[in-house]
T-cell receptor, first 113, second 116 residues
């Protein structure tokens, strides 16, 4: 089992719709969770971070965390063509671990005009 | 503009060359990282320099060697690379506050390396 799993997609949604991206992780002790957006040929850009169970909203983006079920999701409301990119889920391990931020394989999102 | 600066942006090198990638951050972060990313794959951690200690991913071949001249610089020295080492090399930094924070990593714009 991979440490961080995402649906690879591609995921296509029409402009204005809600895009839902999901991520599961295997280490139950993981503490912090991140969503990065990466445009083709560019470096990852941090768009959301979440630490506590529940929802965290920032503009059109909402991150949802459920530690009991070991999943984290990202909702993008009113999707725009400029949101078309690969979205990487990243997980920070538990305290005391020598491991660092671990990335999922990414979900490719296309927003159709 | 990113707060983590990487140079060069593009590099083509032969298998017998020696080259260096440079990374600099001015955010006062205590941890810096090198990642390698192949096309359509997630970034893979190569090295971590955190609180003056270097950690190495043991799967990284010795033809890659990191150097940290000071807390704001992290270089990656390349020697006798192979064509399969062609990839996007990403530098990142963080405050190094540990797992109990929502702090993520800030990435530089990357160096696109091609080994011929």
């Amino acid at each position: 089992q991979k440490e961080v799993e995402q649906n690879s997609g591609p995921l296509s949604v029409p402009e204005g719709a809600i895009a839902s991206l999901n991520c599961t992780y295997s280490d139950r002790g993981s503490q912090s969770f991140f969503w990065y957006r990466q445009y083709s040929g560019k470096s990852p850009e941090l768009i959301m971070s979440i630490y506590s169970n529940g929802d965290k909203e920032d503009g059109r983006f909402t991150a949802q965390l459920n530690k009991a079920s070991q999943y984290v999701s990202l909702l993008i409301r009113d999707s725009q063509p400029s949101d078309s990119a690969t979205y990487l889920c990243a997980v920070k391990p538990r305290s005391g671990s020598a491991r660092q931020l671990t990335f999922g394989s990414g979900t490719q999102l296309t927003v159709l005009p | 503009d990113t707060e983590v600066t990487q140079t060069p942006k593009h590099l083509v090198m032969g298998m017998t060359n020696k080259k260096s990638l440079k990374c600099e951050q001015h955010m006062g972060h205590r941890a810096m990282y090198w990642y390698k990313q192949k096309a359509k794959k997630p970034p893979e951690l190569m090295f971590v320099y955190s609180y003056e200690k270097l950690s190495i991913n043991e799967s990284v071949p010795s033809r890659f060697s990191p150097e940290c001249p000071n807390s704001s610089l992290l270089n990656l020295h390349l020697h006798a690379l192979q064509p399969e080492d062609s990839a996007l090399y990403l530098c990142a930094s963080s405050q190094g506050g540990g797992p109990l924070t929502e702090e993520g990593y800030t990435f530089g714009s990357g160096t696109r390396l091609t080994v011929v």
